[in-house]
Each structure stands twice: as structure tokens, then as C-alpha cells.
């Protein structure tokens, strides 16, 4: 069973048949309900073990990689956590149809659990393209888990683990969200700025928001200050945030004071201003992902200048955005992010 925002509370192994099985959700009261029968995923691909080739290892388990499809296959069945990560992760994905998604192909459960997914060229973590279309292209898939009917009608997907490495680049050059393992399903909430009691500091603590490192109540604006660290490190070119900082540094630097990454001078002012909302401390003050798809496909299709990703001429006006701008900015804590 899916419980939102926990850990795997089960003493026992599930058997095969149970791998797969009805998902649950827990209301605003702490009740669980069963939701609708997940879409039954039957396209079992008929895959020989000799043609898959080892394209990575995780925590969970080992990627392989056979034609144009990815085979996940968690390796360690003992561990009960693995195993609901797993499991949940195969129910969210059965559930999801979105072009900007990883989508699943196939589930197997005869030998080791396995996931058939579709193949991804490599991911925002080794490759840094310079497009404004990966950042719309992400913004959109956090858009649909948000939107309260991604896989069930008034059921919030809250992603948790959004960084370069979870978003992957197809041969064409299309965002695909990967790595469901962590998100959370919660009712949809009828305010903006909801918030839910969900397990605290899950996630890779540098993209981490700082309500969740707190282990406070936290909602969907989590996905969007990790998107803003995302896109940070995609423009910037300069390595990862933080890459110097140890777990004390992130909880007394970022967490507690605020601390972010310096922009660049020549970025232009609306691309700044949007990364700059999207990881304000106040997680009511950053724009959903639905709102952030508007702005960010607006940018596109008026870069201003030549090159989007620098800074407008004098007479280009950036009147028609809505986020504003800080005309001081906290300087960085190290040289890492000069």
C-alpha cells in the first residue's frame, strides 16, 4: 500500500502477486481510503536477460539498458523501505501520462521486482543544454503532478527529489521527470499554499527546501525550490550549489539564514526574477509550477536579446513580469558559486 508521506511499516516481504496492488491515500484527517484501482500495466516486454546492458547503479537498485527501453531492477528485497519506494514508485507511474514524464512500459515481478521505463540519453547532470525549453519542459511535468488529477481525480503527486539528476534528456531532446521513489500522494487542497504532515528531510538535501529539511508541514512549493536550484545550476554553469557544503553548512547557511546561490550580472532580470521567487524562504511566496509554465514560456518567446540567457538591451522593457526583482543581493557564503 502507498501511505503518503511514511516509510515502509510492513514486517513482512511482500509475495509477487502483492508487489503491485491497489494504491491508498491518507485525507486532511489522517483516514485511509482506497482510491481507484490503479491502471493495470499489461504490456509485459518480452526481454532476454543477454540483451540487457548495466547503464547504472542506485540506491534502490541497477538500471539496464535493452534497445529503446531503461529495466530498473531493485536489488535488495530485504530492505522494506526499498521495497515500498519501489512498489509506489510503479503505482504513481502506472498512473501518469504526461510528455514530460518517464513513462512506464512494463512491470515484473518473477525473479526481482523490475520497472520497464522509457530510455533516457542522459540527464541535466551531465549535460547542461542551453535551452529555455528544458526549463519549460519541467515546469510543465510539475505542473500536471500538481494539477489534482495527474493520476487520479483531487490527488496531488508531490515529487520530492527534483534535481539534475532526476530530470532526463531523450535523444530529441525532451525532458523526461525520472525517479518517483520519494513523491508523496496527497488530496488535492482547494487553497493555494496548502500544506500536509509529511515525513521530514526526504529528498537530496542540497535541492532540498527548507520546510522539509525542517520537518515542518510542507506542500508542493517544496517541487518548485528545487526546481529553482535545478534551473539555477543549468544556467549558471557553474557546478552544483553547495557542492562544498557540508549537512551542518546546508542547515545553518541555507536553512536557517537564507543562504542561496549569487545570480549571475548578465543573466537576463526575468529569468533572475523567477529563480529568485521560486526559492524564496516563504513557501507562499513562490509561484506554483502552473504559474511558473506561463512565465517561463513568456521568456521564451521574448528573449529580449539574441541569446535568452543574458541580459536584455536598455530598451527592452520586462514590464510584463509579474515577479519582482531585489536590487540587493546576499553575497555567497564561499567562491564555489561566484
Excluded at 144 to 169: C, M, Q
Excluded at 200 to 223: I, K
Excluded at 238 to 256: A, H, I
Amino acid at each position: 500500500m502507498l501511505s503518503v508521506g511514511s516509510e515502509a511499516s510492513s514486517t513482512e516481504v511482500p509475495r509477487d502477486e502483492e508487489w503491485f496492488g491497489q494504491m491508498t491515500y491518507r485525507d486532511a484527517r489522517g483516514m485511509y481510503r482506497v482510491a481507484k484501482d490503479v491502471v493495470e500495466v499489461t504490456n509485459y516486454c518480452d526481454i532476454s536477460a543477454s540483451r540487457l546492458l548495466v547503464a547504472g547503479f542506485g540506491t534502490q537498485g541497477t538500471v539496464y539498458k535493452t534497445g529503446e527501453f531503461a529495466v530498473k531492477v531493485i536489488q535488495n528485497t530485504r530492505c522494506l523501505r526499498h521495497i515500498e519506494r519501489f512498489r509506489q514508485e510503479a503505482q504513481i507511474l502506472a498512473r501518469l501520462a504526461h510528455p514530460n514524464v518517464c513513462r512506464l512500459r512494463g512491470i515484473g515481478s518473477a525473479v526481482l521486482p523490475s520497472l520497464v521505463l522509457d530510455w533516457v540519453e542522459t540527464d541535466l547532470s551531465r549535460v547542461t543544454p542551453r535551452s529555455d525549453r528544458v526549463a519549460v519542459e519541467l515546469a510543465s511535468a510539475l505542473a500536471h503532478l500538481h494539477s489534482g488529477n495527474a493520476i487520479g481525480e483531487g490527488l496531488v503527486v508531490i515529487h520530492r527529489d527534483v534535481k539534475p539528476a532526476n530530470v532526463g534528456i531523450t535523444a530529441s531532446g525532451q525532458v523526461k521527470l525520472l525517479d518517483f521513489g520519494l513523491a508523496a500522494v496527497v488530496v488535492a487542497a482547494p487553497k493555494k499554499g496548502a500544506t500536509w504532515q509529511l515525513t521530514g528531510f526526504v529528498g537530496s538535501p542540497t535541492y532540498m527546501a527548507p520546510e522539509n529539511a525542517r520537518g515542518a508541514r510542507y506542500g508542493t512549493p517544496v517541487d518548485v525550490y528545487s526546481f529553482s536550484l535545478t534551473l539555477w545550476e543549468l544556467f549558471a554553469s557553474r557546478g552544483p550549489p553547495f557542492k562544498n557544503f557540508s549537512l551542518d553548512d546546508l542547515d545553518r547557511y541555507v536553512v536557517r539564514r537564507g543562504q542561496r546561490p549569487k545570480l549571475p550580472l548578465d543573466w537576463d532580470p526575468r529569468l533572475a526574477a523567477v529563480v529568485e521567487a521560486s526559492w524564496a524562504p516563504t513557501p507562499t511566496a513562490r509561484p506554483t509550477a502552473s504559474e511558473l509554465v506561463k512565465v517561463l514560456v513568456r521568456l521564451e518567446e521574448n528573449p529580449g536579446s539574441m541569446d535568452p540567457f543574458h541580459a536584455p538591451s536598455s530598451s527592452s522593457s520586462s514590464g510584463s513580469w509579474r515577479f519582482s526583482i531585489k536590487k540587493k543581493r546576499r553575497p555567497p557564503l564561499n567562491n564555489n558559486n561566484r
